[in-house]
């Protein structure tokens, strides 16, 4: 597999819930170390960001250096420093961010070398990792499939270094036209919609109408520990749904990251076994997991994902094997 990463490496400071402070990197490198606890050392997994000069050698050193999969030369160094957060948790679950933007959008010439990749995953982090006629350009240069993570999109209208733009994005459809795969969560809906998708009637409502738009063959909703709703298009152009609830974990250790899991988990799915249905379940699966987890570092503790989607969701599995493509509603699996 070649996978490439666009998105912003994140200088996180975490206030947890009970006022302890600790600071660490995140954004896309959550996808990053992610993708590399599913996939082999003969993959490549191509992050392109941008990211301090103060900073670049240490995350080479401390994390790109350690797994073979990760081709670090399109990690290239910001004079101006490393976009930064500050992340207030007023539940396990629920959080503020305050977001300081110094990074410039990424041009064609830039993301060049990602165009031959089997899949490009695009979370929006920061809001303009890429503007339209970027992505434009990357729909028609890129054959392989394309996934966009939502997240901060929705602030892109009107943004400028140093900060972010009022949320709202009235062309999200010409976004969305020029991409394979669609995540997002409640929130990022509200934003682009105006409207959080909280009843299961709202939900499929969300996730048919990304689907509307020409372009996506699949939408996938993040619902924390509900789990996920996913809809995709089966080969009749039909639109078929699961609903899938997260494994059940018996301690909430940390919750950051668990949307970049589900979207390295659906990627790598997805190429490994062309099916949005299974990668639904490889997502939801990595995604649970990573709740047990705290940080970066224990990333590498990942083992045995793919047996544990077995475990607990190979009811599911065997139907698809069997030849059912998913409920015709978001109604959930039975």
């Known amino acids: 597999m070649d996978i490439s990463v666009i998105g912003t490496v994140m200088h996180d400071e975490i206030v947890s819930p009970d006022g302890k402070r600790r600071s660490s990197f995140g954004g896309s490198l959550y996808n990053v170390l992610a993708l590399c606890s599913i ?31 990760i081709d670090h030369s399109h990690v290239r160094p910001n004079g101006r420093g490393t976009d930064s957060n500050l992340l207030t948790y007023r539940t396990p679950s629920a959080r503020d961010e305050k977001m300081t933007i110094v990074s410039d959008p990424l041009d064609a010439e830039r993301l060049l070398a990602a165009t031959g990749s089997d899949a490009i995953l695009v979370n929006f982090i920061n809001s303009r990792e890429l503007n339209l006629e970027t992505l ?47 995540q997002f969560n409640e929130w990022e809906a509200d934003l682009l919609f105006g409207e959080a998708p909280r009843t299961p009637d709202r939900q499929e409502q969300a996730v048919r109408r990304f689907l509307s738009v020409k372009g996506p063959k699949c939408a996938a909703l993040t619902m924390g520990e509900e789990g996920c709703l996913v809809g995709y298009q089966i080969a009749s152009g039909v639109v078929r749904f699961l609903r899938l609830p997260a494994i059940e974990a018996e301690e909430v250790v940390d919750t950051t990251g668990c949307g970049d899991c589900f979207s390295a988990g659906f990627v790598v799915g997805y190429l490994r076994w062309r099916s949005f249905a299974k990668a639904a379940l490889l997502a939801v699966t990595l995604s649970s997991l990573k709740t047990r987890l705290f940080g970066l570092n224990e990333l590498s503790a990942l083992r045995d994902v793919e047996g544990a989607m077995q475990r607990h969701y190979g009811h599911i599995l065997s139907r698809l094997d069997d030849g059912w493509e998913g409920n015709t509603e978001g109604s959930p699996v039975l």
């Open 136 to 182: 434009r350009w990357m729909r028609r240069n890129v054959r392989g499939l394309i996934h966009l993570d939502v997240h901060n999109l929705g602030k892109q209208l009107g943004g400028s270094a140093g900060s972010v733009a009022e949320p709202g994005l009235p062309n999200w459809p010409e976004w969305v036209e020029n991409v394979d795969v669609v």
């Open 39 to 69: 996939t082999r050392p003969t993959d490549y997994i191509r992050p392109f960001c941008q990211v301090g000069s103060d900073h670049i050698e240490g995350l080479r050193r401390q994390y790109f250096s350690r797994y073979p999969q």
